[in-house]
């Protein structure tokens, strides 16, 4: 299940400032996070409007999880530098695509 947060950004088609523009509560009573203050310019959604866009949050949460697996993975900008000044640039990319390929992102 996609994150509230996801969905909302999705919904107002813009970064949100959690801290300002809407905040978040969880009551640790089971029912999960809602939307505790809207201070946004729109309407401030349901949960079934919300609710319409988990199958494309899904996919945004995938593909953020794929990229922290890719930078892992790829190094620290030191090490790539690294890499390229031992093994030329062109070994360099093709191990980066390997990577890509490894942790692939969805289209959506």
């Known amino acids: 299940m996609a994150n509230l947060s996801t969905k909302i950004k999705l919904y107002a088609n813009r ?3 959690f801290l ?6 969880d009551d640790a009573d089971g ?20 609710d319409a ?23 620290s900008i030191a090490e790539q530098i690294e890499y390229i000044t031992e093994n030329g ?9 390997a990577i890509k390929n490894k942790y692939p992102k969805e289209n959506n």
């Open 15 to 17: 970064e949100i400032d």
């Open 53 to 75: 866009y988990e199958a494309q949050a899904n996919i945004i949460e995938s593909n953020q999880a794929q990229v922290q697996k890719r930078i892992k993975e790829y190094g």
């Open 20 to 25: 300002k523009d809407v905040r978040l509560q």
């Open 89 to 97: 640039l062109d070994a360099w990319q093709s191990k980066v695509q």
């Open 31 to 50: 029912n999960g996070a809602y939307i505790k203050e809207w201070n946004l310019d729109i309407p401030k959604p349901t949960m079934a409007q919300l």
